[in-house]
């Protein structure tokens, strides 16, 4: 992915994520806000921070199941409505501010496509019953040392 998306024939190209998903840039929407933290006294005059919100739940870019995934890796930057919103406001420059957004919202949205590994459910080996047996043999023969035997 390039820092800023290419314009193709008056539309903005779409934001790949892998090989066969990609956003729409259209669906992203920034807002910018003044940011906290680094930039002196011109930081109380600009609007460096950007907010990006990504409608989830109405997404027509997104399968249904890295849709479900990506709402539970989003967690708290995720509203009652579905939007996902991130922050991003550490660099100085809005444009840095904005390619940041981006970033981490690709990220999340890739983490979100790749399919969980299955479990394969395996027995456990004759060793390790073996040594689950004796190690319970040895802790009930040090508390069976600790009880105290009534006078004969």
């Not at 992203?28 to 990504?54: D, K, W």
Request: charged share 30%; aromatic share 2%.
């Amino acid at each position: 992915m390039t820092g800023a998306a290419a314009k193709v024939a008056g539309k903005a190209a779409p934001i790949w994520i892998t090989g066969t998903l990609a956003i729409d840039p259209a669906e992203i929407h920034e807002s910018f806000i003044r940011a906290a933290g680094p930039g002196g006294q011109h930081v109380n005059t600009t609007s460096s921070a950007v907010q990006l919100r990504f409608d989830v739940r109405h997404s027509p870019s997104l399968p249904d199941d890295v849709r479900a995934r990506l709402e539970r890796l989003a967690g708290h930057r995720l509203t009652r409505d579905g939007v996902l919103v991130l922050l991003a406001q550490s660099q100085r420059s809005q444009k840095r501010n904005r390619e940041e957004a981006l970033a981490r919202l690709v990220e999340l949205v890739r983490a979100a496509a790749r399919r969980p590994i299955k479990r394969k459910p395996t027995k456990p080996t004759r060793a390790s019953k073996r040594r689950r047996l004796e190690a319970k043999k040895h802790h009930g023969a040090i508390k069976s040392l600790r009880r105290s035997r009534p006078d004969d």
